[in-house]
Nanobody, 124 residues
């Protein structure tokens, strides 16, 4: 059973919106911090947004005004609503869960469980 499965990526025009979803299952640490990260070709993986078990959220600067992270504990789904997409948002987007004992982080190295990714491509 794959613990994190992303969906919702696609190819859109600048200014459009996408909603990414991540089904969270198969691991016992219900207090794990969850996050969305992205990686464009030739660039390092970077944080987009994170959310902890208390609902506290954090965003990368360019995402603050345009993206919203949320999670539905009953359905075990984490989402990322992305509005006003820009060409620079194009990347593979990954859902991730923090390593055991980490309750809050925005560093990729603190996340130990990763999904396979969903591609987002934004064109002019």
């Amino acid at each position: 059973q794959v613990p994190l499965v992303e969906s919702g990526g696609g190819s859109v025009q600048a200014g459009w919106s996408l909603n990414l979803s991540c089904i969270v299952s198969g691991f016992a640490d219900t207090r794990a911090c969850l996050g969305w990260f992205r990686q464009a070709p030739g660039k390092e993986r970077e944080v987009v947004a994170v959310i902890n078990d208390r609902g506290n959220v954090g965003y990368e600067d360019s995402a603050k005004a345009r993206f919203t992270i949320s999670k539905d504990k009953d359905k075990n789904i984490m989402s990322l609503q992305m509005n006003s997409l820009e060409v620079d948002d194009s990347a593979m987007y990954y859902c991730a869960a923090s390593r055991k004992g980490v309750r809050w982080s925005m560093r990729a190295t603190d996340f130990g469980i990763w999904g396979r990714g969903t591609q987002v491509t934004v064109s002019t």
